[in-house]
């Protein structure tokens, strides 16, 4: 079982920056990619950042240019810098990692993190 531990969430105001952090337990297995994604009350989970290794990140048009996702591979730790953050970011946020084991890939979520943006 491969566990991801989130940090970092929390109540900002509108304008200001937080960081995510996300580290994964495995030393075993190998990880296809890292990311965050976002939960809104009522909505679906959607994509905010991922990084496959060896590839540049992907990101969601909502949080380009804002938001930076940084990944230490020796650690299996994946970040994401949010700045500029603003009401419309208020979510859950979900570390994800993408794992081959056994020559399958699983993908393991993370418990959460709040993420409270005021106005």
């Known amino acids: 079982q491969v566990q991801l531990v989130e940090s970092g969430g929390g109540l900002v105001q509108a304008g200001g920056s937080l960081r995510l952090s996300c580290a994964a337990s495995t030393r075993i297995f190998s990880i296809v990619d890292m990311g965050w994604y976002r939960q809104a009350p009522g909505t679906q989970r959607e994509l905010v950042a991922t990084?496959?290794?060896?590839?540049?990140?992907n990101y969601a048009d909502s949080v380009k240019g804002r938001f930076t996702i940084s990944r230490d591979y020796a650690n299996n730790v994946v970040n994401l810098q949010m700045n500029s953050l603003n009401p419309e970011d208020t979510a859950v946020y979900y570390c994800?990692?993408?794992?081959?084991?056994?020559?399958?890939?699983?993908?393991?979520w993370g418990q959460g993190t709040q993420v409270t943006v005021s106005s």
């Open positions: 994800t990692a993408n794992v081959i084991r056994g020559g399958l890939a699983t993908r393991f």
């Open positions: 990084v496959i290794s060896g590839s540049t990140p």
